[in-house]
């Protein structure tokens, strides 16, 4: 019951001040201003994002270690084309110490020696024989290049080709003098000349293989 006097409004109760003192003194105790504090956090505390947006799904973790592929010297991780040139290249090689010699001072021209054979080169060195496979050397090595001539032949001999084109290009002069000597091993040739101009003149070398398609020049 509140009672208003001139001094203000008092609570009238049948409280002792020892109970009133216990009273005040548990609820304005350190315990009960932590628990107080401790209720009011969760509605401080800022929402995640998870809690704003609940109808967005997460992205799974989709990370992938890259592979890369194991080094090996295994013939079947090499190109078709390579297989394919080491396979010529076995079938026939040629010898570093065989040298002929050749004038300086007269065209490149060399052949079995019989009749048939000048005839035929003659006819070769004159244009008369468009080269069907060219092997362009620029910028190769002298083992390279010896390399892929002895590949050149031998596709040109299966495949019964006359007449084959080598450009060997100026240069140095190292293989204008060492492809002559190769193709001299070469057993079914007919023989070889310096290439006339329409297929490179000095830079080039055109050779005249042993096969049935010559039959029609004779």
């Not at 009238?12 to 609820?27: P, S």
């Not at 009011?40 to 799974?60: C, K, M, N, V």
């Not at 090499?78 to 394919?84: G, P, T």
């Not at 055109?206 to 039959?215: F, K, Y």
Request: hydrophobic fraction near 40%; proline fraction near 6%; glycine fraction near 6%.
């Amino acid at each position: 019951m509140f009672i208003l006097t001139d001094a203000g409004i008092f609570m009238k109760t049948n409280l002792t001040k020892g109970n009133i003192k216990a009273f005040l003194a548990k609820n304005t105790s350190p315990a009960a201003t932590t628990g107080s504090q401790k209720s009011l956090e969760p509605l401080a505390r800022d929402r995640s994002f998870a809690e704003l947006h609940p109808d967005i799904t997460p992205f799974r973790q989709d990370k992938i270690a890259p592979s890369f592929p194991q080094k090996t010297d295994s013939p079947s991780t090499l190109s078709k084309h390579i297989k394919q040139r080491k396979q010529r290249h076995a079938e026939f090689t040629f010898s570093d110490g065989f040298e002929a010699h050749f004038p300086e001072d007269t065209a490149l021209m060399w052949h079995q020696g019989d009749k048939r054979c000048a005839a035929l080169l003659k006819r070769c060195r004159r244009g008369d024989f468009a080269p069907e496979y060219e092997l362009d050397c620029h910028g190769m090595t002298k083992a390279y290049a010896k390399e892929e001539l002895a590949a050149l032949l031998v596709q040109a001999y299966k495949q019964d080709i006359a007449c084959v084109s080598i450009m060997h290009g100026h240069g140095s002069g190292v293989l204008k003098r060492a492809l002559p000597n190769y193709i001299m091993q070469f057993p079914h040739i007919i023989g070889f000349c310096q290439a006339p101009k329409q297929w490179g003149g000095q830079a080039g070398i055109l050779i005249l293989l042993d096969v049935p398609q010559l039959s029609q020049f004779e």
